[in-house]
């Protein structure tokens, strides 16, 4: 039996009792029967992102993130309909841009990060005026279930903090960088006064920095906002669980891979990954933060990793167990099967690309055990 059908659009309510779902990352714009299908493993939600999907110009729904100057209305009307689809099939979507004017996707900017956001407040304002604008566009439709203002933002890249640093080293450098254009937070709290002069309801999921690793939101202060949730990642380590594994031989194995962590030589098994994830619980719980505010938006491994399905199911063991929000990466994506778990881990990645470019995509099985490990603990 599914779950329960979600609460209607834009109610903080939604997110009281732990939401299980899916990311959509695809290149094109998903049809009803993707969200059917979604719909059909459990998942109640999906994080929904636009950036890859071409429109008007450059970039979709900015325009151009060199200099945002409105939505273009046909990019508009393709994201309405995407959420019309996700509707209809009983899915609630939260929407997240890879992309904000002045920090291109990296993928869209000839693979070079584009770091203007955390130089220039111009940007700053640039990115509050496009989510004012979208915002005051889709804050009725009864998908939306929130807004998830920058996928993996990376203020502190190259600013002398190591990406696994202690809490102690992350609060140091806050310290020294609050108030300037690399103040996360602050960022996040411009952007919000903007939307929420057209929308004071919806939902909000912010990314911790890092590209929301676990332990971004050491240096954080609760923002005033009631509507908050605070998102972290998991693909820890990533030296195992990510694209590397598909071709090294032997792999990696889990539990018990040896990984460097914070410039030391450490072996990463379950309990190394429970403490690895307490730390935003722990965040939380020091602010007064309730579980159910916290969410993993991505977490994931690629699907030829022999160790994936032990991975997946203690990933998401340790998140039931915290009551937290999840969303497994990813669901069907069209540009990239490396973390299609309904692919069995022994097809190969080379002939998926070849079918579906030939138009056979249909003949790819999608019968993997790896969609059963997340099927069993959807809706715990």
């Not at 029967?33 to 979604?38: D, E, H, I, K, W």
């Not at 990314?207 to 971004?216: E, I, L, P, R």
């Not at 309904?342 to 998926?352: L, N, R």
């Amino acid at each position: 039996m599914l779950p329960a059908s979600p609460a209607p659009a834009a109610d903080i309510a939604f997110w009281d009792t732990p939401r299980h779902g899916g990311n959509s990352f695809n290149g094109q714009p998903p049809e009803a029967a993707y969200f059917r299908a979604l719909r059909a493993t459990g998942a109640t939600w999906a994080r929904l992102t636009f950036s890859k999907w071409k429109g008007e110009g450059r970039d979709f729904l900015i325009g151009n993130a060199d200099d945002y100057r409105g939505i273009p209305a046909s990019d508009l009307a393709q994201l309405r309909a995407v959420m019309d689809a996700a509707q209809a099939a009983d899915i609630k979507l939260v929407l997240v841009p890879l992309s904000l004017p002045g920090n291109r996707w990296v993928q869209h900017n000839s693979d070079k990060p584009d770091e203007r956001l955390w130089r220039e407040r111009r940007y700053w304002d640039q990115s509050a005026a496009f989510w004012r604008d979208l915002a005051a566009a889709v804050k009725d439709h009864p998908a939306l279930a929130g807004y998830n203002l920058l996928n993996e933002p990376t203020p502190e890249k190259g600013q002398g903090l190591d990406e696994q640093a202690a809490p102690e080293a992350r609060r140091g450098w806050y310290a020294r960088h609050a108030g300037t254009t690399r103040d996360l937070p602050a960022f996040y709290e411009h952007v919000i006064a903007a939307l929420r002069s057209v929308d004071a309801d919806t939902p909000l999921m912010l990314d911790g920095g890092w590209y929301a690793h676990a332990g971004s939101f050491s240096y954080w202060t609760p923002l005033k906002d009631a509507k908050v949730l605070y998102a972290f990642h998991m693909y820890e380590p990533y030296e195992a669980t990510s694209a590397p594994q598909i071709k090294r031989k032997p792999q990696l194995r889990y539990p018990g891979v040896q990984v460097r962590w914070a410039g030391e030589a450490r072996a990463f098994d379950k309990a190394a990954l429970q403490r690895f994830l307490a730390q935003p619980f722990a965040w939380a719980q020091a602010h007064g933060v309730p579980a159910n505010r916290l969410v993993a938006g991505e977490l994931g491994c690629v699907r030829v990793w022999e160790d994936c399905g032990a991975y997946l199911a203690d990933v998401l063991d340790t998140l039931n167990g915290h009551g937290a929000h999840w969303a497994f990466y990813s669901f069907r994506e069209d540009v990239w099967e490396g973390m299609d778990y309904e692919i069995p881990p022994a097809f190969p990645a080379g002939q998926v690309y070849d079918l579906r470019e030939q138009g056979k995509g249909r003949v790819v099985p999608l019968d993997s055990p790896l969609m059963g490990v997340i099927r069993s603990r959807m809706g715990r």
